[in-house]
Every structure is written in structure tokens, then in C-alpha cells.
């Protein structure tokens, strides 16, 4: 696990105009180092400013949209094309807009779906997904995605991993159900930490001063992932913490890269 470098932006637009431009950056250079990429997908505020960003970039079509397989770390278990479900704000934002190969957008499941309603039996569809797509080796049958974006929610939580919930001892299964998630909607699914940990980069992102408290627990060293899961995200290769100022405001001195507080 790579330890974690922190970015700040002055504010939450500079933020997500700047991470769209690293994605870009990133899709390119390992479509132009394997002809194909991956990337993990994140709900919430930021994380959909991003896509919004993304879509507008200048650079946008320097990446090869039909070679990119979308998957995402989280869903909000709620019907198809619901307007509070991760997928469908991807969609608009960004997704509906390239020429992403359809058979390469892995959504998460929604209820309605071939699972019978249950969020469980998607959770282990989404998995055999991942497992299909992953190498031999790949631990936990897991690609190794190039980037994985995730938002910090104000409690640390990211993805659906809320902390002292059951999902985060798990230690076998990639992807699983969770129940009585204290954000609404309370069922979802979730990439587990030890899939989000396959990631070759893991990009954490959070703007504005309701984050600030998330933000120095999960870079504190004492930190663990069951009471801050936002601890225990982090890349195979690369971590990156990329803020706005208010969301840096409580860190300490010397976290930062210099110049940019
Ligand atoms: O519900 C969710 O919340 C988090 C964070 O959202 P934010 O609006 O506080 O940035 C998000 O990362 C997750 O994907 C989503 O399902």
C-alpha cells in the first residue's frame, strides 16, 4: 500500500477542474502503455462535479472513450435511472455524453434487476463481473484498476463503507450488501476495502470545511478503518488526497505539498 500525498486547490471548482485534467492524464497514459484503461467511479458531491468538469475538459477526447471499462465503488441501491443513484448521475454527467463501449460500463445492481431484489445476489454478480475482468493472480479476483475515485463523506466513510459497520472486516468478498447505512438510502452495495485497495491509484476527494475533520482523521497516523474507513482506502502505487482548502483546513503543518495552502 502506497502511503498517502495530499494536493490542495484554493477552491472546490479549481478542484474538480483539476482533477478531471489528472484523469485525463492517467487514461491516456495507460491506454498508450496497454491500449486499454480502467477507472472506479464515485458518487456525492464532488466526486459528480468531477464527471461534470470531465465532460467539458478541452483534453477530453485525447482519451480513448471505447476502450475504458467504467466500473463503480459504490451504488445506492435504488431502481434503474433513479435520480439519486450514482450510475444515473454519472450518466449525466459525463457517461451519456463520450463514446463509452456499452458493454464496458459496469453498473452496480439496482433492485428490479435479474437478482431477484436481492442486494446480496448483486453484490456477488457485480463480484463474478470483477472476476471476469481481473487477471490470474489478481488478488481477490480483482482488477487492478487504474484509478479509483472515491468522495470522503463528513463521518470518513467512502464508498458505502460507513464506519463500525460489518462490510469493513471483510476480508474475502470483493463486493457486498450493505443494510442500514446511516446516509439515506440505507441498503446499497460496495466495493469492500480490500478491492479498493487493488487499485493501482486510489484518489480521495473532498472540498469544503464540512469534510475538514474527515480529512485530518483519515491522514492521521493513529487512524484505523473500522472507525475511519476513509483510513484504510489507499493505492497499490499511488494515494493521492486531492482538496479544496476549507476540506485541508485542519491539517497539520507540513501534510501539504509546499506553495499550495
Ligand atoms: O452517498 C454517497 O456519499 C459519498 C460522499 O458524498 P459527498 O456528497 O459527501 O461527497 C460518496 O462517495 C458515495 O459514492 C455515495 O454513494
Not at 99 to 111: C, I, K, Y
Not at 192 to 217: C, D, F, M, N
Amino acid at each position: 500500500m502506497s502511503a498517502p500525498a495530499v494536493i490542495v486547490h484554493p477552491d472546490a471548482g479549481l478542484l474538480a477542474k483539476a482533477a478531471a485534467a489528472r484523469i485525463v492524464t492517467r487514461l491516456v497514459d495507460a491506454q498508450a502503455a496497454r491500449g486499454s484503461a480502467s477507472i472506479v467511479l464515485t458518487g456525492g458531491g464532488i466526486g459528480i462535479a468531477v464527471l461534470a468538469e470531465l465532460a467539458k475538459a478541452p483534453a477530453r477526447d485525447a482519451v480513448d472513450w471505447g476502450a475504458l471499462d467504467v466500473w463503480w465503488g459504490d451504488e445506492r441501491y435504488l431502481p434503474e435511472g433513479d435520480p439519486e443513484r450514482n450510475e444515473t448521475q454519472a450518466r449525466e454527467a459525463l457517461l451519456d455524453g463520450v463514446g463509452l463501449d456499452p458493454a464496458r460500463v459496469h453498473a452496480m445492481p439496482a433492485p428490479g434487476g435479474p437478482d431477484g431484489g436481492s442486494p446480496e445476489a448483486g453484490a456477488e454478480r457485480y463480484a463474478e463481473a470483477l472476476r471476469a475482468a481481473a487477471r490470474p493472480g489478481d488478488p481477490l479476483g480483482v482488477p487492478a484498476f487504474d484509478v479509483c475515485l472515491l468522495g470522503v463523506g463528513p463521518d470518513t466513510h467512502v464508498a458505502s463503507l460507513f464506519p463500525e459497520q460489518p462490510a469493513l472486516y471483510e476480508e474475502e468478498r470483493s463486493v457486498v450488501a450493505v443494510h442500514g447505512a446511516p446516509k439515506p438510502p440505507p441498503t446499497r452495495v460496495s466495493l469492500t476495502l480490500p478491492a479498493i485497495r487493488s487499485a493501482a491509484e486510489v484518489w480521495l476527494l473532498a472540498s469544503g470545511e464540512a469534510k475538514a475533520e474527515a480529512v485530518r482523521l483519515a491522514l492521521a497516523p493513529e487512524a484505523g478503518p473500522v472507525q475511519v474507513p476513509a483510513a484504510g482506502a489507499r493505492g497499490r502505487s499511488r494515494t493521492l488526497f486531492l482538496l479544496d482548502r476549507a476540506a485541508a483546513s485542519r491539517l497539520p503543518e507540513g501534510l501539504t505539498a509546499p506553495g499550495l495552502l
